[in-house]
């Protein structure tokens, strides 16, 4: 139905479903080594992307979030126990948190 790139590091494309639209949000997110602020910009322009999506369409974020998500405790609603890495880097925290803001769950984690 549409494609529509945001910028060099998200990309928006929806589908015709049978039932429901898809709407996929692509990314590739800031490494760790970049600055708090490249970050905070990426994750602000990823929010605005989001907000966009027509509710009644099914809604995905995929790509690279640059992130290594650990098995604490503070963040299995939106990830499982079923995690590769024991801690999380300063990346992971991002999208943990935005996953918490937005009632969504990290489903790589997921088995």
């Known amino acids: 139905m549409g494609f529509e ?7 928006k494309i929806r589908l015709k479903g049978k ?3 898809i709407t996929l949000i692509n990314i590739h997110a800031p490494t760790e080594e970049n600055d708090d ?4 910009q990426f994750y602000a322009e990823l929010q605005q992307v989001q907000e966009k999506v027509p509710n009644q369409d099914q ?3 995929l790509g690279d979030c640059n992130a290594k998500i650990g098995r604490e ?7 499982s126990k079923h995690i590769l890495h024991d801690t999380t880097n300063g ?8 996953a918490t803001v937005n009632g969504m769950v990290v489903a790589r984690t997921f088995f």
């Open 19 to 21: 039932y429901r639209n």
């Open 91 to 98: 990346n992971g925290l991002l999208v943990c948190e935005y």
């Open 73 to 79: 405790n503070a963040y299995q609603k939106v990830t």
């Open 59 to 61: 809604f995905i974020i």
């Open 5 to 11: 790139p945001i910028n060099e590091r998200i990309c």
């Open 37 to 40: 602020d490249v970050k905070e």
